[in-house]
């Protein structure tokens, strides 16, 4: 740790390298952020991307617009709301800016950059112990489910990328797969491929071929089928916004697989940090703002033009998965029912 993760790592130099997530798996290669506005257009046009990371690459760009602005002021300021407003749904961003801006605030114009660099690598440190808890926690409740079912091995279906691409340094969905991996557990994972960007196609499979975990990539509508086949023992997926009531955003699909695991019986997890948490809102179906991306997402795959030239595309990022879908929330804290009172006792302790 100490700003070196597995994602992105702070050289000596101050400058922040990062994976290019656009194009793995079939080239890893690494972009050199030296800025704020680097930081921006790094989140913007998802060279980096996931919940927890996206915050911690935020909490870099408010560290590096204080090394451009020389302390809190109006630039300092302009800057910190550029990065806040990057992405919409996320609330890891927001949460990461705000606690920058607050420790700014009360530093001095001499410290301030020394302290925010400070407070930068313990926000990203910290997300690494929150991923280790999670993954203790979400191991325990696979082991329950082998033990009730009297099985030997599980297969788990996962959904976008929740690992340590998304969130340092275990992730989130797969931190508890590769504590399962470490603890001897047979485990397989079906992989929703997660059109139009493909992040389970190409950035889940190739974390799990990275650990080598079993897994096997599927089409994005096949996780209903498997669920009615008795082929999937349990869903876990990350999300980017969790409301105080439960309801939870993800990536576009995670609704439909909260549906089909509720009609087959399948238990159906959302992993997160607390951070992901946004209290404020009560009702995540009408409240979380969810991000329209550009169409060409949806039109186009590897250049090549899929759809029609006229038709129109409608590109959303984001569903949310109402409360009563979710059989509970796995986080560092621990893990609670998705509903008011046991998320205010989770924050009560």
């Given at each position: 740790?100490?700003?070196k993760?597995?994602?992105?790592?702070?050289?000596d130099?101050?400058t922040?390298?990062?994976?290019?997530?656009r194009?793995l798996?079939?080239?890893?290669?690494?972009?050199?952020?030296?800025?704020?506005?680097?930081?921006?257009?790094?989140?913007?046009?998802?060279?980096?991307r996931?919940?927890g990371?996206?915050?911690n690459?935020?909490?870099f760009?408010v560290?590096?617009?204080?090394k451009?602005?020389?302390?809190y002021?109006?630039?300092f300021?302009?800057?910190?709301?550029?990065?806040?407003?990057?992405?919409p749904?996320?609330?890891?961003l927001?949460?990461?800016?705000?606690k920058m801006?607050?420790?700014?605030q009360?530093?001095?114009?001499d410290?301030?950059?020394?302290?925010?660099?400070?407070e930068?690598?313990?926000?990203s440190?910290e997300?690494?112990?929150?991923?280790?808890?999670?993954?203790?926690?979400?191991?325990?409740i696979?082991?329950?489910?082998?033990?009730?079912?009297?099985?030997?091995?599980?297969?788990v279906?996962?959904?976008c990328n929740?690992?340590w691409?998304?969130?340092?340094?275990?992730?989130?969905?797969?931190?508890?797969?590769?504590?399962?991996?470490?603890r001897?557990i047979?485990?397989?994972?079906w992989?929703?491929?997660t059109?139009p960007?493909?992040?389970?196609?190409?950035?889940?499979?190739?974390?799990?071929?990275?650990?080598?975990?079993?897994?096997?990539?599927?089409?994005?509508?096949?996780?209903?089928?498997?669920?009615?086949?008795?082929?999937?023992?349990?869903c876990?997926?990350?999300?980017?916004?969790?409301?105080?009531?439960?309801d939870?955003?993800?990536?576009?699909?995670?609704?439909?697989?909260?549906?089909?695991?509720?009609?087959?019986?399948?238990?159906?997890?959302?992993?997160?940090?607390?951070?992901t948490?946004?209290?404020?809102?009560?009702?995540g179906?009408?409240?979380?703002?969810?991000?329209?991306?550009d169409e060409?997402?949806v039109?186009?795959?590897?250049?090549t033009?899929?759809?029609?030239t006229?038709?129109?595309?409608?590109?959303?990022?984001?569903?949310?998965?109402?409360a009563?879908?979710?059989?509970?929330?796995i986080?560092?804290?621990?893990?609670?029912?998705?509903?008011?009172q046991?998320?205010?006792?989770?924050?009560?302790?």
């Amino acid at each position: 740790m100490n700003g070196k993760y597995k994602a992105f790592w702070l050289h000596d130099n101050e400058t922040l390298e990062v994976i290019d997530q656009r194009v793995l798996p079939f080239e890893k290669k690494t972009v050199i952020l030296k800025s704020s506005d680097d930081c921006i257009e790094a989140i913007k046009n998802m060279t980096i991307r996931g919940a927890g990371v996206i915050g911690n690459i935020a909490a870099f760009g408010v560290y590096f617009a204080a090394k451009e602005s020389g302390g809190y002021d109006e630039v300092f300021e302009k800057k910190a709301k550029l990065i806040k407003k990057s992405r919409p749904t996320a609330v890891n961003l927001m949460w990461a800016v705000d606690k920058m801006v607050q420790v700014a605030q009360k530093t001095t114009k001499d410290n301030i950059v020394k302290r925010l660099k400070k407070e930068a690598i313990s926000i990203s440190d910290e997300d690494c112990i929150r991923s280790k808890k999670i993954a203790n926690y979400g191991a325990d409740i696979f082991e329950n489910i082998m033990k009730k079912k009297q099985k030997t091995s599980i297969n788990v279906l996962t959904h976008c990328n929740a690992g340590w691409l998304a969130i340092v340094d275990d992730g989130s969905a797969l931190a508890p797969i590769y504590e399962a991996k470490r603890r001897g557990i047979d485990i397989h994972v079906w992989v929703d491929e997660t059109r139009p960007r493909n992040q389970g196609a190409n950035l889940t499979a190739w974390e799990l071929e990275q650990s080598n975990i079993k897994h096997t990539v599927i089409v994005d509508n096949v996780g209903g089928h498997l669920m009615q086949n008795d082929q999937v023992d349990v869903c876990i997926t990350g999300a980017d916004r969790v409301a105080s009531n439960g309801d939870s955003a993800n990536k576009i699909g995670t609704y439909l697989k909260a549906l089909a695991a509720y009609d087959n019986n399948i238990p159906f997890y959302i992993a997160l940090p607390t951070s992901t948490f946004d209290l404020g809102i009560k009702n995540g179906l009408h409240d979380i703002p969810i991000e329209i991306r550009d169409e060409n997402e949806v039109r186009f795959i590897n250049n090549t033009q899929i759809i029609p030239t006229n038709s129109p595309v409608l590109n959303v990022g984001f569903d949310v998965t109402p409360a009563k879908l979710i059989t509970a929330l796995i986080t560092e804290k621990g893990v609670c029912k998705a509903n008011f009172q046991s998320i205010k006792e989770l924050f009560d302790d």
